[in-house]
């Protein structure tokens, strides 16, 4: 079974700092990762995704994430803050070797930038 | 030129209604999907749909029952709602199953 992990709740970073949102999965095949940012009262944003080829894929407002299969991880990164990107991410995952299409979501970090 | 769209954006119900939800994109997609994001934020899919047909159904009671009448649309309707119904209902559309899905503005559903 696919299972993704978030294990911070809430990241606090001053802005101009880079942060890392961390995330890390479990598949029994090979992952599809997603990062999606919420902002209050708004639907889920695509930020980028990790399917295949680079490790470090880039994505919308100045993220990026890098794919580590050693560790299973997917973290976001972002060499320096807004209080802008202050919102809710979710990393989500899918098994290629599942046959359903269903996405597993991690249950979100909160991002704070202080100004 | 909303790329996926959901009515209503709220719902205020009492318990024992029967209600609807619906869902429409227009980005030429063949998946759709429905999410409950509960009061802790947690998102959990109920249903997907690939051209009209259900490919995911999780374990959602059957007062919930989805419907798409075509592609691009995907209703939800809810019977006999609960107060534990309470929640923020996401469709999300899909070209594929395992590409990235574009998620609508929601409908916050509130039981009373």
């Known amino acids: 079974a696919q299972s993704v992990a978030q294990p911070e709740d809430q990241v606090n970073v001053a802005e101009g700092n880079p942060l890392t949102v961390k995330c890390t999965y479990s598949v029994s095949g090979n992952p599809y990762l997603f990062w999606y940012v919420q902002y209050p009262n708004r639907g889920l944003q695509f930020l980028l995704k990790y399917i295949t080829g680079d490790n470090l894929v880039k994505g919308s407002y100045g993220f990026e994430a890098e794919f580590n299969k050693s560790q299973t991880s997917f973290h976001l990164k972002k060499p320096s803050a807004l209080v802008s990107d202050s919102a809710l991410y979710f990393c989500?995952?899918?098994?290629?070797?599942?046959?359903?299409?269903?996405?597993?979501f991690g249950s979100g970090t909160r991002l704070s930038i202080r100004p | 030129d909303t790329a996926v769209s959901q009515t209503p954006k709220y719902l205020v119900t009492q318990m024992g209604n029967d209600k609807s939800i619906k869902c429409e994109q227009n980005?030429?997609?063949?998946?759709m999907y429905w999410y409950k994001q509960d009061s802790k934020k947690f998102l959990k899919i109920m249903f997907s749909y690939n051209n009209k047909e259900l490919i995911i159904n999780e374990t959602v009671p059957n007062r919930f029952s989805p419907k798409s009448p075509d592609k691009a649309h995907l209703n939800l309707h809810i019977n006999s709602l609960e107060l534990g119904d309470s929640a923020v209902y996401f469709c999300a559309s899909s070209l594929g199953g395992s590409n990235t899905q574009y998620f609508g503005p929601g409908t916050r559903l509130t039981v009373l």
């Open positions: 980005l030429g997609h063949d998946t």
């Open positions: 989500a995952v899918r098994d290629i070797a599942s046959s359903a299409s269903k996405i597993i």
